[in-house]
C-alpha cells in the first residue's frame, strides 16, 4: 500500500467563485468598499462623545456646586468635612474630564 494513495499532492480543481471573496467571505480582504469595522468605530465614537458630554456636563454642575458651597457662613468640623469631601470631589471631577479627553484623542486619532 503507498502513501500517495492516501492524499492528494494537488487540490481539486473546482472552479473559484470570483464572488465569493477571499476564503469564503463576503468581502474580500483588499477590499476597502463598506467594512463592518468602520461602521462599528463610528458607533463606538459617537457613543463616547455622547457619555463624555453628559459626564462633562455633571462635572461642571459639581465644579459650581462646590463654588457655592464655600460661600455659605458654616463652621464646624462638619462643614470642613463637608467642604473636605467637595474639593475631592472636583478634584476627581477634574481628572475625570482629563481622562476623557484623553480616551476621546486615543478614539479619534
Known sequence: MSIFNTYS???????VDSTAGFAGNTVTPFS?????????????RDLIGV????????????SAASAQAKSIVW??????LFRS????LANSSQ????????THQLAWS
Open 51 to 62: 457619555q463624555q458630554s453628559a459626564t462633562l456636563a455633571v462635572c461642571e454642575r459639581l
Open 9 to 15: 499532492a494537488f487540490p481539486s480543481s473546482a472552479p
Open 95 to 102: 481628572l475625570l474630564a482629563s481622562h476623557m479627553q484623553t
Open 85 to 88: 469631601r467637595l474639593d475631592e
Open 75 to 80: 463652621t464646624g468640623n462638619a462643614a470642613n
Open 32 to 44: 476597502y468598499g463598506d467594512c463592518p469595522c468602520h461602521k462599528a468605530v463610528e458607533r463606538s
